[in-house]
Every structure is written in structure tokens, then in C-alpha cells.
């Protein structure tokens, strides 16, 4: 395999998929019938907002790796052209999530300050087209890394570290984001991130728990006790994983920021805190390293503690109340798993992948608690 800069080595690709998101087969599907559309309508509702989509209506697949908003490709063969189409799940939503203008609009704004973003095409709000709102965006090329690495495909130690350490440099820079300049002064609540935040995350839980679930009280309780003040306020991800993030195949560059549903004015570390939930390290325990879906476990990845004091060297932020934020980001994965099983258990949903998260909910409400005893709580 060719080495490019900084010791990253290339990824391997075909010529037909040289410069595209690359994707195992097990993460593009036909698309499932309860995830359907009127693929016809679409196009005709598209054709008349995004220059040059001539011709007939486009191929559609149907991305099945993410669990909360659906997302579609959209492959135009005669055009040469592909794009992405983001709509909500059919079945119970929680709150304001899956709030597709929202979505659109920050990514319109964040564009310009922060070039991650992918170039969002048009918003749809017109029920008469597929029931619900969605909007089309351009498809980012380059290379998504999942919980395996693409065949063929080696990253040695000095390569995973590279890219560990771009992973949290890249979400630092978007925490040195100017909301006001970028005009999002007015995408959050304000002050009190925190609170609202172990308050909301606390009650969906509570609406969503069914009977195979813990209650996490003792977790909610320590949470609402021991909350650290604001540390800032700035524009967060609310979702960032490596496989959100998109790379260049040549040397694994960032070249793309993928899933802004959940972006909002609101605490750094708490951002961090979410982040790390999801950041499996080669020395977890079996569960952790079951659930893992990016390959933060390779030789060389930073780990957890280490990215941490990164973070906080780049930013000037305190890790002092590092136990509260990883507690935090660990139960609002739960709730976010427990929210998707739920949907599953009252059969508003029959995809086979939330079968068995009712699982990865008990195993965090362990991992809350562990955490927690650390501390010296109980």
C-alpha cells in the first residue's frame, strides 16, 4: 500500500470508486419497504430547485448503518452525479429531534466558518411530496471508516495516532467556531446547558424505558448533584464519532463532517463527554469491544485519557470534572439506544439492528455506575 504524507497510507479503491464514499457492501441496502418514498415525486420536487437534474428519476440505496435519521443515496448515472437525501423514521420521535429545517439551516450557516460541512441543495417542507420534510444535500467523496476497515486496507500505529489526533483536533476547531459570526447566536438556549441537559436527557429516558430496562436512577441522581457549571458556550457536534467523519483516500485527511441533527450552542466538554462514549479502546472489556463501530481500538489510537489532555491542552479547558461529563456522555448514549429500542419494541420499527439494544442498555447503565464508584460515590 502507498504511504502518503504524515506516514497515512493510501486506501486502496477501483477506478469506479476512486474519489467516492467508500462503503462496505453491508452499509448500502435496497430500501427497506418501511423506509420507502415516491423516488418520481422527489426528483420532480428536485428538478425544479437543483440545476441540472435532467433526465429520469434518480437509483436509490438506502444507507443502513446510522440508527436515528434515514439516509438515502441519491445516484444520477447519466449525470455522473450523486446526492444525499436525509429524512425522519417513521414511528415515535423524541422532542424536537429529527427536526430536518433545523438540521438544513445549520449547515447552510456553518458552511462558510467551517468547511467540514457537506453543501446542503434544498430543504422540502411540503408534506404532499413524502409525508414528511427531508432535504438533499451534495454526497462528500472520500473514505468513511466503519468498526472494520475496508478490504485490503492497513493503518499502521503511526497512521492510527495521525488520525486519532486530527479526529480531536478538527472537533476543537469547531468549538473555536464565532456563533454570532457564523450567524448561530441564536441556535441554543443559552446559559444553563448543563442542567437542561441532565434534566432532558433524564426525563426522555424516563418516557422512553420499557420493561426489560433499567431505571438509571442512581445514575440521574449523581448526575443532578455533582453538575459542574458551564465551562463554555459554543457550537457542538453533539455526534462526533470517526464514522461521521469523512476522509481523503489518498492520506486520510478530514475532508467532510457528516449527521448535524443534534448540533446546538452548548458546553464543549459535554460534547467531548458524548464523543468518547463511543471511543471503544483496545483494552475494553468484551461488551465495549462488541458494540464497537469505528476502529478507535487499532494499535495507535489514542486513548481515551489521552485525547482528553489533548483536547484541553488545545483549548485551555479544565479537566477537573472529567468523571461528571464521562458519566454523562455514557448515559446519553444509553438514552439514545433505549430511545431507538423503544421504537423497536412498540413495533413502529422491524429493522433486525435494534433487536437487541435493549442489551447495550444495561451494559451502561454498568459502565454509568462504574464510573461513578470511581469517584468515591456510590
Given at each position: 500500500?502507498?504511504?502518503g504524507?504524515?506516514?497515512?497510507?493510501h486506501?486502496?479503491?477501483?477506478?469506479?470508486?476512486?474519489?467516492?464514499?467508500?462503503?462496505?457492501?453491508?452499509?448500502?441496502?435496497?430500501?427497506?419497504?418501511?423506509?420507502?418514498?415516491?423516488?418520481?415525486?422527489?426528483?420532480?420536487?428536485?428538478?425544479?430547485r437543483?440545476?441540472?437534474?435532467?433526465?429520469?428519476?434518480?437509483?436509490v440505496v438506502?444507507?443502513?448503518?446510522?440508527?436515528s435519521?434515514?439516509?438515502?443515496?441519491?445516484r444520477y448515472?447519466h449525470?455522473?452525479?450523486?446526492l444525499i437525501?436525509?429524512?425522519?423514521?417513521?414511528?415515535?420521535?423524541?422532542?424536537?429531534?429529527?427536526d430536518m429545517?433545523?438540521?438544513?439551516?445549520?449547515?447552510?450557516?456553518?458552511?462558510?466558518?467551517?468547511?467540514?460541512?457537506?453543501?446542503v441543495?434544498?430543504?422540502?417542507?411540503?408534506?404532499?411530496?413524502?409525508?414528511?420534510d427531508f432535504?438533499?444535500?451534495?454526497k462528500?467523496?472520500g473514505?468513511?471508516?466503519?468498526?472494520r476497515?475496508p478490504?485490503?486496507?492497513?493503518?499502521?500505529?503511526t497512521?492510527a495516532?495521525?488520525?486519532?489526533?486530527a479526529?480531536?483536533d478538527?472537533?476543537?476547531?469547531?468549538?473555536?467556531v464565532?456563533?454570532?459570526?457564523?450567524?448561530l447566536?441564536?441556535?441554543?438556549k443559552?446559559?444553563?446547558y448543563?442542567r437542561?441537559?441532565?434534566?432532558?436527557?433524564?426525563r426522555?429516558?424516563?418516557?422512553?424505558?420499557?420493561?426489560?430496562?433499567?431505571s438509571?436512577?442512581r445514575v440521574?441522581?449523581?448526575?443532578?448533584?455533582?453538575?459542574?457549571?458551564?465551562?463554555?458556550?459554543c457550537?457542538?457536534?453533539?455526534?462526533?464519532r470517526?464514522?461521521?467523519?469523512v476522509?481523503?483516500?489518498?492520506d486520510?485527511?478530514i475532508t467532510?463532517v457528516?449527521d448535524?441533527?443534534?448540533?446546538?450552542?452548548g458546553?464543549?466538554?459535554?460534547?467531548?463527554?458524548?464523543a468518547?462514549?463511543?471511543?471503544?479502546?483496545?483494552?475494553?472489556?468484551?461488551?465495549?469491544?462488541a458494540?464497537r463501530?469505528?476502529?478507535?481500538?487499532?494499535p495507535?489510537?489514542?486513548?481515551?485519557t489521552?485525547?482528553v489532555?489533548?483536547?484541553?491542552?488545545?483549548?485551555?479547558?479544565?479537566?477537573?470534572?472529567?468523571p461528571?461529563y464521562?458519566?454523562f456522555?455514557l448515559?446519553r448514549?444509553?438514552?439514545i439506544?433505549?430511545q431507538i429500542?423503544?421504537?423497536?419494541?412498540h413495533?413502529q420499527t422491524?429493522?433486525?439492528?435494534f433487536?437487541n439494544?435493549?442489551?447495550?442498555?444495561?451494559?451502561?447503565?454498568?459502565?454509568?455506575?462504574?464510573?461513578i464508584r470511581r469517584?468515591?460515590?456510590?
Amino acid at each position: 500500500m502507498a504511504v502518503g504524507p504524515h506516514g497515512i497510507p493510501h486506501a486502496p479503491s477501483a477506478p469506479a470508486t476512486r474519489g467516492k464514499v467508500m462503503m462496505n457492501d453491508t452499509h448500502q441496502s435496497a430500501v427497506r419497504a418501511e423506509d420507502s418514498f415516491d423516488v418520481a415525486r422527489v426528483h420532480t420536487w428536485l428538478a425544479q430547485r437543483v440545476d441540472g437534474l435532467s433526465g429520469p428519476p434518480p437509483e436509490v440505496v438506502q444507507f443502513t448503518g446510522g440508527a436515528s435519521n434515514l439516509t438515502y443515496l441519491l445516484r444520477y448515472p447519466h449525470l455522473g452525479r450523486e446526492l444525499i437525501l436525509r429524512r425522519p423514521p417513521a414511528g415515535k420521535k423524541a422532542g424536537s429531534a429529527h427536526d430536518m429545517a433545523r438540521e438544513y439551516h445549520v449547515q447552510e450557516a456553518l458552511k462558510p466558518v467551517f468547511p467540514y460541512v457537506p453543501t446542503v441543495r434544498a430543504l422540502c417542507q411540503d408534506p404532499s411530496v413524502i409525508d414528511t420534510d427531508f432535504y438533499v444535500m451534495d454526497k462528500v467523496p472520500g473514505l468513511i471508516l466503519r468498526g472494520r476497515l475496508p478490504d485490503g486496507m492497513t493503518l499502521p500505529p503511526t497512521a492510527a495516532r495521525t488520525l486519532s489526533e486530527a479526529f480531536i483536533d478538527t472537533l476543537a476547531d469547531l468549538h473555536r467556531v464565532d456563533p454570532a459570526a457564523a450567524g448561530l447566536a441564536d441556535l441554543g438556549k443559552g446559559d444553563g446547558y448543563v442542567r437542561r441537559q441532565v434534566e432532558g436527557w433524564s426525563r426522555r429516558y424516563a418516557q422512553a424505558r420499557t420493561w426489560n430496562t433499567p431505571s438509571f436512577r442512581r445514575v440521574t441522581a449523581w448526575l443532578a448533584d455533582h453538575q459542574p457549571d458551564d465551562s463554555a458556550l459554543c457550537v457542538i457536534h453533539n455526534d462526533w464519532r470517526l464514522d461521521n467523519l469523512v476522509l481523503d483516500e489518498r492520506d486520510l485527511r478530514i475532508t467532510g463532517v457528516l449527521d448535524w441533527e443534534m448540533a446546538t450552542l452548548g458546553d464543549p466538554l459535554m460534547d467531548l463527554g458524548s464523543a468518547l462514549a463511543y471511543w471503544v479502546q483496545a483494552d475494553d472489556d468484551r461488551m465495549a469491544r462488541a458494540t464497537r463501530r469505528q476502529p478507535s481500538h487499532l494499535p495507535g489510537m489514542l486513548t481515551r485519557t489521552e485525547i482528553v489532555e489533548r483536547y484541553c491542552d488545545r483549548t485551555g479547558l479544565s479537566a477537573d470534572n472529567w468523571p461528571f461529563y464521562e458519566t454523562f456522555g455514557l448515559f446519553r448514549l444509553a438514552v439514545i439506544a433505549q430511545q431507538i429500542y423503544y421504537r423497536y419494541h412498540h413495533k413502529q420499527t422491524r429493522n433486525p439492528a435494534f433487536r437487541n439494544l435493549w442489551l447495550a442498555v444495561n451494559y451502561l447503565d454498568r459502565r454509568c455506575r462504574s464510573a461513578i464508584r470511581r469517584t468515591g460515590g456510590s
